[in-house]
């Protein structure tokens, strides 16, 4: 077998806070091969956006592995870690977290090769126009301040700026979430157009299984700092085991009418608080279907079918 592109092993991230220790991650393996899109879902505070900084080498995992093309990155540091920085880039929900308010875009475009020492000033402006050109913005653009373009456009030169370094994988985090539905579907249909026509791979976290189904060839379901199901999407879709999944995707407005009148369509009471995750397991407080059993013992992720895993004693 060929190495994933990126890979995280058995991740493990705990933040000690004065509240007292969130668990994050708990034992996570995900990845991403090239040109391949994986779906991360789950609700708010599941552990998603840290998954997102764990693949960024932008927090240190407790435990586990992080590996590119196979090496674990994970002891990397100055050069070594920029050149990975390289390969690996980010899109955020919010574009001005990457876009400088005082910055033109044609200079927030140029400087990651500025910053990493890529070709002349010629051959930098006429990548600018170029990336502009790609994300469907006009070179003219590159003058103008992020408050001069809409949100639209602001996401469409975060991605421009993404791309600039021709990385191998972007992590889109929440990248949709914040624009209007018709502009969301523009967006994802360049970010789709890029991968086809560009071989990126994507780690795709939305909290919208119906968004994360448009993009993904993989989908892996995440719930309390752990991942419960993974596997491709048409088979997470049409065929998910997890109660969790089976859940979401009744929430979601395509959802069939049966999958809306199952048992524990609906998910009761909220997320507990990753400072005290329940024992065995972690859905057992929200689940229809919890037993004796799941209250005592976690499950352990196991391949029901060809690439399809599910955490769940019943599934
Ligand atoms: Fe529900 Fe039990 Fe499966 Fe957890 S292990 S999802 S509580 S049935």
């Known amino acids: ?101 005082r910055t033109t875009v044609g200079r927030a475009l140029e400087e990651p090769l500025i910053v990493h020492r890529r070709g002349a000033s010629a051959a930098r402006r006429a990548r600018v126009a170029e990336m502009l050109d790609k994300v469907g913005l006009h070179a003219y653009m590159a003058a103008r301040l992020p408050h001069e373009l809409s949100g639209g456009q602001r996401q469409r030169v975060a ?52 968004v994360v189904r448009h993009m993904s060839d993989r989908i892996a379901v995440m719930y309390l700092g752990q991942v419960v199901e993974q596997g491709p999407r048409d088979a997470v879709w049409d065929s998910a085991l997890h109660p969790y999944t089976r859940a979401l995707i009744a929430s979601a407005p395509s959802a069939r009418r049966e999958a809306r009148e199952r048992p524990g369509a609906v998910i009761e009471g909220e997320l507990p608080s990753p400072l005290a995750p329940p024992a065995g397991c972690r859905f057992h407080t929200r689940c229809a279907y919890a037993s004796a059993q799941c209250r005592e013992s976690a499950p352990v992720l196991r391949e029901r079918d060809a690439g399809h895993w599910v955490a769940c004693h019943v599934a």
């Open 159 to 210: 991605i421009a700026r993404a791309l600039m370094l021709e990385p191998d994988l972007i992590v889109c985090d929440e990248a949709v979430s914040a624009l209007d539905v018709s502009i969301r579907a523009q967006v994802l249909n360049l970010l789709l157009d890029l991968r086809d026509t560009l071989g990126i791979a994507y780690l795709f976290i939305s909290h919208d299984l119906a």
């Open 1 to 101: 077998m060929t190495e994933p592109l990126l890979a995280l092993r058995n991740v493990t991230r705990h933040f000690h806070t004065q509240a007292g220790v969130v668990r994050a991650l708990d034992d996570v393996s995900l990845h991403v091969s090239r040109g391949e899109t994986l779906g991360l879902v789950g609700e708010s505070g599941c552990g998603k956006s840290t998954v997102a900084r764990v693949a960024m080498r932008l927090t240190d995992v407790d435990t586990g592995r992080v590996l590119l093309d196979g090496e674990d990155i994970g002891a990397r540091r100055g050069s070594a870690l920029d050149t990975i920085r390289t390969r690996l880039q980010m899109v955020f929900q919010d574009p001005a977290a990457s876009l400088n308010p």
